[in-house]
């Protein structure tokens, strides 16, 4: 019983930190600040976590492992590859949830100096573009997509999201978000050889 209170515990800790460092960002937050949001002293906090750089770590993990959660359940669902497509561009979409992106172009920053961050971020990276291969292949191999080549296509789709997500998020002014969602559906479209309207 105390080592499942304590996991819930420490499960609160991690959702409550990824809302604050999105909100605050990594540079900028500190564990007081986690610690007053979450309604715990910096002691409890500390108990869970040794250091700051681990519960940092550790929060970018937990939010990573929920969207990984997302991916999986996409791959598994029993709908056509147009449908699967459709759905991961909804999931990841640039113009999603503010506070995730927010905490992903953030950790990306501080990838660059985090080793821990950067193995959590490729790993996020390399399960997002597999999946949208294998979502890919298998539309070609049904004869829903026309696609040459599904690895290409596949870096193209998401460099485009991540830059797309960048310019909403850091620009909010400069790139709407409908018109984000319109680019990226129609180069996700062109990309397999199907209409806009379709996903």
């Not at 990276?125 to 049904?142: F, K, P, Q, W």
């Amino acid at each position: 019983m105390t080592r499942g209170f304590s996991r819930l515990r420490r499960e609160d800790l991690l959702k409550t930190a990824c809302e604050v460092i999105a909100e605050q960002g990594f540079g900028h937050t500190r564990t007081i600040d986690i610690a007053r949001a979450a309604g715990v002293s910096q002691a409890l906090l500390f108990y869970h976590f040794e250091t700051k750089d681990e519960l940092f770590a550790q929060a970018f993990a937990y939010a990573a492992r929920m969207h990984l959660d997302t991916l999986d359940a996409i791959e598994r669902s029993p709908g056509t590859p147009p449908e699967r497509l459709r759905a991961l561009l909804r999931r990841s979409s640039p113009a999603g949830s503010s506070d995730g992106w927010r905490l992903w172009i953030d950790a990306w920053s501080e990838s660059m100096r985090n080793k821990e961050l950067e193995q959590t971020a490729r790993r996020l990276d390399l399960r997002g573009r597999t999946l949208l291969r294998g979502i890919i292949e298998a539309g070609v191999a049904s004869g829903d997509f026309v696609c040459p080549d599904p690895e290409e296509s596949t870096w193209r789709i998401f460099a485009l999201l991540d830059g797309l997500a960048i310019q909403i998020h850091v620009h909010p002014k400069v790139v709407s978000r409908r018109w984000a969602t319109r680019l990226l559906r129609a180069t996700a479209a062109a990309e397999v050889g199907l209409n806009p309207d379709d996903l």
